[in-house]
């Protein structure tokens, strides 16, 4: 079965802080995709990152990366120097290597940047 | 391009009733997922439409149903409403096989009272 565990409820940091969230996948796949999504309180989901899971470097955008590694089962997403605009609910999910695949998603962490 | 659109944003309607959603999605797309998020807790996969059939289906009773049509738009339908069934319901489109291009919509709030 296809799980993601996103351990952190909730996460409080002041503004410039980075934070990190972390996220735990179990898949009996041996090829898949991971993501990261956003959703603030207008309730879209904001696309953030796919990766697949040949492919194992960490990856950079901006403010943000995300520390794949497949021994652990992890991929865990950065916020540096943290800003208010942050602030949202963030899902780690799993699919199939499909697109057509079900995505399966965590809990969500909500993070609160305080200025 | 339009991506993923949904109808309508907020709905409340009283237990018993029966709704339906809908769902319209990116242009290219062939296939429509549905999914229910819940207060607080992430979205989970209703069924997903592909052909104008159901080709796969999560854990949920059969008072969800749905539908495909030919210009691939996709309707949602929940009989007998719950107060559980108060959620997020967020419609999803995704393209042939052979690219990738998984898109959600901004989802319909509906409220059961």
């Known amino acids: 079965a296809q799980k993601v565990t996103q351990a952190q409820t909730e996460i409080s940091v002041v503004e410039k802080e980075d934070v990190t969230l972390d996220c735990v996948y179990e898949t009996r796949d041996t090829t898949y995709y991971l993501f990261w999504y956003k959703q603030p309180p207008s309730g879209e989901l904001v696309f953030l990152i796919r990766r697949n899971s040949f492919d194992e470097q960490n990856e950079i955008s901006g403010r943000y990366s995300w520390n794949f590694q497949k021994s652990t089962s992890s991929f865990n997403f950065t916020i540096t120097a943290s800003q208010v605009v942050d602030s949202a609910v963030y899902f780690c999910?799993?699919?199939?290597?499909?697109?057509?695949?079900?995505?399966?998603f965590g809990s969500g962490t909500r993070l609160s940047i305080r200025p | 391009d339009a991506g993923v659109t949904q109808s309508p944003t907020h709905l409340i309607k009283t237990r018993g009733q029966q709704v339906t959603l809908r769902c319209s999605p990116k242009s290219g797309h062939d296939t429509v997922s549905w999914y229910q998020q819940a207060l607080g807790q992430g979205p989970q996969f209703i069924f997903q439409?592909?052909?104008?059939?159901?080709?796969q289906r999560g854990n949920f009773p059969d008072r969800f149903s749905g539908h495909q049509f030919p210009n691939y738009s996709s309707e949602l339908n929940v009989n007998a409403l719950l107060l559980g069934d108060s959620a997020l319901y967020l419609c999803?489109?995704?393209?042939?096989?052979?690219?990738?291009?998984?898109?959600f919509g901004s989802g319909t709030r509906l409220t059961v009272v």
């Open positions: 999803a489109s995704s393209p042939p096989p052979g690219s990738y291009g998984y898109t």
């Open positions: 439409y592909y052909e104008e059939e159901e080709r």
């Open positions: 999910a799993l699919s199939g290597y499909s697109s057509a695949s079900k995505i399966i």
